[in-house]
């Protein structure tokens, strides 16, 4: 069984902050990650996706990959109150297949 | 911009009906999946589609069955619906390899 844990939180932070979202997997042969937003009755929608090591950056967010860790991060700048969500982790091998993980739950307060 | 519709948003049926979940995708994806979504346990894929009359079974397939009869359709059927099948279920699309795009969800209520 391919793992991917998240912290479930809730995590909470200040308006105007940086949020820190943690992701580990367990498949060393992974080699797609990306991250998804998922407001409260809502679907995932994709924020960001990384494949190689490194930091990737896209307007606020930057996604960090460390394949020799096994770890995939998020961070949030200047973090607002319309960027409280669930946020889900998600993993993939050389198929079709998608990993998730159970979400870390982010409030930003204003 | 990739859309992928449901039948319905919300649904309600009673133990022991036969329940259909339509899943419709305008992208031409090749893969289709279905996932239901408990609260706690995440995402869990049900089954998927790698093509036009394939079927993969995923972590959970017992009690669901599914059809692929055209490219752009996966329908997620319940032979008999339980109590424990009420959930939140997400089809997704995508290219292969390629990043899933979810559709808005069906939330289903079995009484």
């Known amino acids: 069984q391919k793992e991917v844990e998240q912290n479930s939180g809730p995590l909470s932070v200040p308006e105007g902050a940086i949020a820190s979202l943690n992701c580990t997997y367990s498949?060393?042969?992974?080699?797609?990650f990306f991250w998804y937003r998922q407001y409260s009755g809502k679907s995932p929608e994709l924020i960001m996706f990384?494949?190689?090591?490194g930091d990737k950056e896209d307007g606020r967010f930057t996604a960090q990959l460390n394949k020799a860790s096994q770890y995939v991060s998020l961070l949030i700048r200047d973090s607002q109150p319309s960027d409280s969500a669930t946020y889900l982790c998600?993993?993939?091998?050389?198929?079709?297949?998608?990993?998730f993980g159970t979400g870390t739950s982010l409030t930003v307060i204003p | 911009d990739v859309k992928v519709t449901q039948s319905s948003r919300y649904l309600v049926k009673r133990t022991g009906e036969k329940v259909f979940l339509e899943c419709v995708q305008d992208?031409?994806?090749?893969?289709m999946f279905w996932y239901r979504q408990d609260p706690g346990l995440g995402l869990r894929l049900i089954y998927f589609?790698?093509?036009?009359?394939?079927?993969e079974k995923g972590d959970i397939p017992e009690g669901y069955s599914v059809s692929r009869e055209k490219k752009e359709r996966f329908s997620l059927i319940l032979e008999s619906a339980s109590t424990n099948q009420t959930s939140m279920y997400l089809c997704?699309?995508?290219?292969?390899?390629?990043?899933?795009?979810f559709g808005p969800g069906t939330r289903l209520t079995v009484l």
């Open positions: 498949d060393r042969g992974s080699q797609s």
């Open positions: 990384i494949y190689s090591n």
């Open positions: 589609s790698y093509d036009v009359k394939m079927k």
């Open positions: 998600a993993v993939s091998d050389t198929g079709n297949q998608f990993y």
């Open positions: 997704a699309s995508s290219p292969p390899g390629d990043t899933q795009y």
């Open positions: 992208m031409d994806h090749e893969n």
